[in-house]
């Protein structure tokens, strides 16, 4: 199946820090998302984006699906944005099913 | 709109033991999943619906079983319970997919499973 990797595993920034989160994929998508799990489990979805360019306030995300990867950035982190984010693709030949990567770990300290 | 709900959100069980997760969507959708979240690993796939009666295997299936009676709701089965089956549980669901915004998945809470 398709292969998901999200790097880096572990993020520690300062609060006001800006951060890229990376996630790359074996096989040409449908569909790719980005979600945040918040330190309580809830996994929120960000950003639906298999490819260009989106905004929403501090974040961002780009998928350039030629090249088979996508890029979170955040900016001027606040300790809300702590928690974990993960990438999440449904293939091209379309079986209606997200794979997720191992998402990274960001830590925004105050 | 409640968006999607779980039942129940903790619960511990022994060895051997059968239970029933509830997972409810009041936004009409299609689709509909069960992930298991297990320390430092995303979400697997165990099992999904692409509507009403229907249900199919995802990524890790055994041990577990699934039913789509309503539209709105979708329930997970474990007969005989497994410590290997120690995990956080999540539903989602979402329309088909279009090829638009709307392929966005929404996730319940999750519930907090202990075999022990």
Redesign the interface.
Same mark, same amino acid.
């Given at each position: 199946g398709i292969q998901v990797e999200q790097s880096p595993p572990d993020l520690i920034l300062q609060e006001g820090a800006n951060s890229t989160l990376r996630c790359n994929f074996s096989d040409s998508v449908n569909n790719l998302q980005w979600f945040h799990q918040n330190p309580w489990g809830q996994l929120i979805n960000l950003f639906y984006i298999p490819s260009g360019t989106k905004q929403n306030g501090r974040l961002s995300a780009t998928t350039v699906a030629t090249e088979r990867y996508s890029l979170l950035y955040i900016s001027s982190s606040q300790t809300t944005d702590s928690g974990v984010y993960f990438c999440a693709v449904e293939p091209s030949f379309g079986n209606e099913k997200l794979t997720f990567g191992t998402g990274t770990r960001l830590t925004i300290i105050p | 709109n409640a968006g999607v709900t779980q039942t129940p959100k903790f619960r511990v069980l022994k060895t051997g033991q059968s239970m029933t997760l509830l997972c409810a969507q009041d936004m009409n959708h299609e #689709?509909m #999943?069960w992930y298991r979240q297990d320390p430092?690993?995303?979400?697997?796939?165990i099992h #999904?619906s692409?509507g009403e009666g229907t249900t199919a295997k +995802?990524?890790v299936p055994d041990g577990y079983n699934v039913s789509r009676l309503k539209k709105q709701n979708f329930l997970l089965g474990l007969e005989s319970a497994a410590p290997s089956q120690t995990s956080?549980y999540?539903c989602?669901s979402s329309y088909?997919?279009t +090829?638009g915004?709307t392929?966005?998945? #929404?996730?319940g809470? +999750?519930t907090r499973l202990t075999v022990l």
């Open positions: - | #689709y #999943y430092g690993m995303g979400l697997r796939l #999904y692409v +995802g990524e956080v999540f989602a088909p997919w +090829g915004s392929d966005t998945q #929404y996730f809470p +999750g």
